[in-house]
């Protein structure tokens, strides 16, 4: 058996075709779903791109494999799913965005400062313990950029990497020299100076000026391709993991993707215009600067109707570009002769609140289309559901090496999903635990900021360590997470303390476990 991971950046479960949410046609992700697994009520481990990859790799919470915020690397002897099929002789191969190291943006290089300035315990422990003083990572944009980049055997369990690193669509890796060969240098040609047109109110949306058949997202589809081809002729098992930087923001699809959708179009989120008078103070004043898009382009801010709508409809664009260059995948593995016998999961690394209580795209908020992310696993004759079940981006490792009869991460934390597949019960587990940890804060919360979320089936209790800041919803009642509970029903707010207890504890006391175990 063999296993084909696919993993899109910052996708909201809700953004997929067959959820009937938004306008957006994702035919060839809608069949995987109805001939597979559906996991509704999945969550990332953290809602951050680099601790919840490294999640998705060791099956451990970010606190435990210590890649707990953007710009620290992931310790390279760590045991990974990849790493235990690679010792099994399986094939292991990574086509696209990794980001287990940094990328070298210059919002990643000041992280990386403010880790070790505020927390020098964990910058000992993630950087200087196994890289020494002087780290320069593999995935650095402009190492690539400058010439090809051949990454080390056994990267984290791949010894076949053909990398694309960033957003949008001026990234760099190993794409860039495939790119150069075809005529085009993505450094000049891509980014928002180069674009066919842009739109006035932020400067994340705009037409790219690569054509589709040379985007990077055309890249990840021709590799796996390639690579797919190459497997059905020797026979070997495989592992391809194949993973697109997209939707992440920037959201700059090719033109025939950009003007698949008019902004005009675009509904807005029932929950766009809440008065936000439960919830917390910092909040509060990000709604209050409605149309300001942050200076830091990752961070959380409020966009204007108009703002949302046109970052949606370049958004959607950029989705069904994914889900073709998905088709195109799910073709090879069909008409390979590959099918019965390859398991495939598609997942995303964390969603994007995305308009929903008026704000945009992540970082110290837990909102529900934040923190949950789509989880579908088909193929190999293993049927198909739909589960409410709460799952974790944690299960991920656990699930696919027993589904394949490979021997168990010793330090994984999460839970194989094969109980639920064979027909369990979907209430195998009470709470869900989601962690985030950033150096920085913000103006009325001051960092480091260290935020930790339990999920239920009655509730969502969200508490910011070192302050009084909770956000307690009881979702039986209040299912869009509209009034924060937390200050005015203790009886909840009691047994939200009592499973968040329950859980933290679960984590810490598994991390004895041997830590680069394998």
Request: some cysteine.
């Amino acid at each position: 058996m063999s296993i084909v991971v696919i993993v899109a950046d910052q996708l909201r479960d809700s953004h997929l075709g067959f959820r009937r949410m938004v306008p957006v046609r994702t035919p060839h992700i809608d069949r995987l779903a109805e001939s597979g697994h559906v996991f509704d009520r999945a969550y990332a481990a953290n809602p951050i791109c680099m601790p919840n990859r490294a999640t998705i790799m060791t099956g451990m919470w970010p606190s435990a494999h210590g890649l707990r915020t953007n710009g620290l690397p992931l310790d390279p002897r760590i045991g990974t799913f990849a790493r235990v099929l690679r010792s099994r002789g399986w094939r292991t191969a990574a086509v696209g965005k990794l980001h287990l190291q940094p990328m070298g943006y210059p919002y990643e290089d000041y992280q990386l400062d403010q880790i070790r300035a505020a927390m020098p315990a964990l910058w000992e422990r993630a950087v200087a313990g196994p890289f020494g003083e002087h780290f320069e990572s593999w995935e650095a944009f402009e190492r690539h950029a400058e010439g090809e980049l051949v990454l080390p055997p056994d990267y984290y369990g791949f010894d076949d990497v053909a990398l694309v690193v960033g957003h949008g669509d001026r990234v760099s890796g190993n794409y860039v020299k495939w790119a150069r060969a075809r005529g085009i240098d993505p450094r000049t040609v891509g980014g928002h100076e180069a674009a066919r047109s842009t739109y006035a109110g932020w400067n994340h949306v705009w037409e790219s000026s690569i054509p589709a058949e040379l985007h990077a997202t055309s890249y990840i589809a021709e590799e796996s391709v390639t690579r797919l081809q190459d497997y059905a002729r020797t026979g070997e098992e495989f592992l391809l993991f194949v993973s697109f930087p997209d939707p992440h923001h920037p959201f700059a699809p090719p033109s025939e993707y950009f003007h698949r959708h008019s902004p005009a179009d675009m509904p807005l989120p029932v929950t766009f215009d809440d008065d936000h008078a439960s919830s917390p103070d910092y909040i509060q004043q990000i709604v209050a600067r409605r149309g300001s898009p942050d200076i830091d382009p990752m961070m959380l801010w409020s966009p204007t109707a108009d703002q949302y709508r046109h970052a949606l409809a370049a958004e959607l664009g950029a989705i069904e570009f994914i889900d073709d260059a998905v088709g195109r995948i799910m073709s090879a593995i069909d008409g390979l002769g590959l099918a019965e016998d390859t398991l495939v999961l598609f997942t995303a690394d964390h969603g994007d609140v995305f308009g929903d209580h008026g704000l945009m795209l992540k970082h110290f908020t837990h909102y529900d289309p934040v923190i949950r992310v789509p989880l579908i696993l088909g193929g190999a004759g293993i049927g198909s559901g739909s589960h409410r079940a709460l799952a974790s981006s944690a299960d991920i490792a656990p699930t696919l090496l027993d589904l394949v009869g490979a021997p168990a991460l010793a330090a994984a934390q999460g839970r194989s999903l094969r109980p639920l597949l064979e027909g369990g019960s979907d209430s195998w587990r009470r709470a869900v635990l989601v962690e985030e940890d950033q150096p920085y804060g913000l103006e009325s919360l001051p960092g480091p900021v260290r935020l930790r979320t339990v999920v239920t089936d009655a509730l969502r209790y969200t508490r910011i360590s070192g302050t009084d800041v909770a956000e307690l919803y009881d979702l039986r009642a209040d299912r869009d997470e509209r009034v924060n509970v937390a200050a005015s029903d203790p009886d909840l707010r009691h047994e939200a303390d009592a499973v968040m207890v329950a859980e933290l504890m679960r984590v810490v006391d598994d991390s004895h476990v041997p830590f680069h175990a394998a």
